[in-house]
């Protein structure tokens, strides 16, 4: 009942909701269009749908939305799509709301977003507005904000194969394991908050900003997107196959850290890497070499769930708030 009259009493709002057909069930996907328009209806939301495709300007689409004074952003598909729309609205006088229809659905994961539509649907009225952290990853010259991560190595190259066979486009196999298979380790060179320098073989360095990537693997604690810190793994004693196998098999929340990942928590990272490596920021390639990345502290407004009463934060979780 309290719920009821917090948002009956709100006025309608509008809301741009930009909705990725291709993600989930491609038959499914009108069906799901129509019921998400209609739910958000229900809490007097009055949605402006915007149909993603492979080469959408969402930099445009965002400005076009500000320029007509709507502010409040609802994405509606798995990481990629949320991640892009994030990236643009990064700083903006803008807020992200998130329902997760993907595979992994990692940033809903590690935001405490639920999976289902409807409940995923009421916290853009009931549930709370908070700035979170973004990543930021410069690369010749360019600034790429990033949500969930920035891979550098065989993760990213092996990204977009292993992307289209988890979509059914089983053809891409053998793409993937021809590189997988010529794949050989380079000379990573980290230097970290400008004090810290580690030098290792190795094939993989993650710079994560959520606490779950990958198959829900998990790489953080639980508040890593407010923190105010990056987690850089470095995974340089784990061969080929360990690492493929980290990846399809994800990480149970209770299992202990792996003690063959070196793990460290920092404001910035430069990354070189010899021969060059892949680098990606979330879902998108940036080339291969030196890549420098840091934190951008509370630059994305989320609608995200309200505490639960009774689960009091600590002083440290409100001042990272």
Same mark, same amino acid.
Not at 32 to 53: A, H
Not at 252 to 258: N, R, Y
Not at 293 to 309: C, F, G, H, Q, S
């Given at each position: ?94 807020? /992200?709301?998130?329902?997760? +229809?993907?595979?992994?659905?990692? %940033?809903? =994961? #590690? ?5 289902? !539509? ?18 930021v990853a410069s690369y010749e ?20 194969a292993g992307d289209d066979i ?10 993937? /394991?021809?590189?997988?298979? +010529?794949?050989?380790?380079?000379? %990573?060179? =980290? #230097? ?5 320098? !580690? ?123």
């Open positions: 009942m309290e719920n009821e009259i917090y948002y009956w009493g709100k006025r309608r709002r509008r809301a741009k909701l930009i909705f990725n057909p291709a993600s989930g069930s491609a038959n499914a996907s009108p069906v799901q269009l129509m019921d998400v328009i209609s739910m958000m209806q229900e809490w007097k939301f009055i949605p402006e749908v915007y149909l993603t495709e492979p080469d959408s300007d969402y930099a445009k689409m965002v400005q076009d939305t500000l320029a007509q004074g709507v502010s409040l952003f609802v994405v509606c598909g798995g990481d990629g799509t949320i991640s892009a729309g994030a990236r643009e609205i990064t700083g903006l006088p803008a807020t /992200l709301g998130i329902i997760p +229809t993907g595979t992994q659905n990692n %940033i809903a =994961l #590690s935001l405490h977003i639920p999976q289902d !539509i409807p409940s995923a649907i009421s916290i853009l009225r009931l549930g709370e507005r908070m700035k979170i952290d973004m990543g010259g360019a600034e790429t904000p990033f949500l969930e991560v920035c891979s550098v190595g065989l993760m990213s190259s092996l990204f977009s988890q979509h059914g486009h089983l053809e891409r196999v053998g793409d993937f /394991l021809a590189t997988l298979v +010529t794949s050989s380790p380079s000379k %990573i060179k =980290l #230097s970290m908050d400008d004090r810290r320098e !580690i030098v290792r073989m190795g094939h993989v360095v993650l710079v994560t900003n959520m606490p779950n990537v990958g198959r829900n693997y998990r790489v953080g604690n639980t508040a890593a997107f407010k923190d105010g810190l990056l987690d850089v793994l470095l995974f340089s004693n784990l061969n080929k196959m360990n690492l493929l196998g980290c990846a399809l098999k994800g990480s149970d929340i209770s299992e202990a850290e792996d003690p063959r990942v070196e793990h460290y928590h920092v404001h910035k990272v430069d990354i070189e890497t010899t021969p060059p490596m892949q680098v990606m920021a979330d879902s998108s390639a940036l080339g291969t070499g030196a890549v420098h990345i840091e934190m951008k502290r509370r630059a994305l407004a989320v609608m995200l769930p309200r505490p639960k009463k009774g689960n009091k934060q600590t002083g440290e979780q409100k001042k990272n708030d």
